[in-house]
């Protein structure tokens, strides 16, 4: 059984940090790119980071570059999301997903993750930041 188990959310204030997990079992982990969306109430989820298999090569929408750091660690099945410099913007539902490459790729191309790359979702983490 495929999944892909969210952790680390929680409340901070802005300009604090928070590590997202993503955890994955039942597939060849390191065959799959892993992206984390999220999806602020009322809002369209959104895409903000991708990171490919085994190169590593990463993606970030511009809303969170040169804030979160995303990377993987094949051993152990997981992918991490450092946040940092949070703001109550950044305040959503994060979700971990996997595809293949066509995840990142086409994100780089259009500077947009685009869901429909997406083979498995799982569940989300909280994070909500205070002002």
């Known amino acids: 059984e495929v999944q892909l188990q969210a952790s680390g959310g929680g409340l901070v204030q802005a300009g604090g940090s928070l590590r997202l997990s993503c955890v994955a079992s039942?597939?060849?982990?390191?065959?799959?790119?892993i992206g984390w969306f999220r999806q602020a109430p009322g809002q369209e989820g959104e895409g903000i980071s991708c990171?490919?298999?085994?190169?590593?090569?990463?993606y970030y929408a511009d809303s969170v570059k040169g804030r979160f750091t995303i990377s993987r660690d094949n051993a152990k099945n997981t992918v991490y999301l450092d946040m940092n410099s949070l703001k109550p913007g950044d305040t959503a539902v994060y979700y971990c997903?996997?595809?293949?490459?066509?995840?990142?790729?086409?994100?780089?191309?259009?500077?947009?993750?685009?869901?429909?790359?997406?083979?498995?979702w799982g569940q989300g983490t909280q994070v909500t930041v205070s002002s």
């Open positions: 039942g597939f060849t982990f390191q065959d799959y790119a």
């Open positions: 997903a996997m595809g293949g490459l066509m995840l990142l790729t086409t994100a780089q191309a259009m500077n947009l993750m685009d869901e429909t790359y997406v083979d498995f």
């Open positions: 990171i490919s298999s085994t190169d590593p090569r990463t």
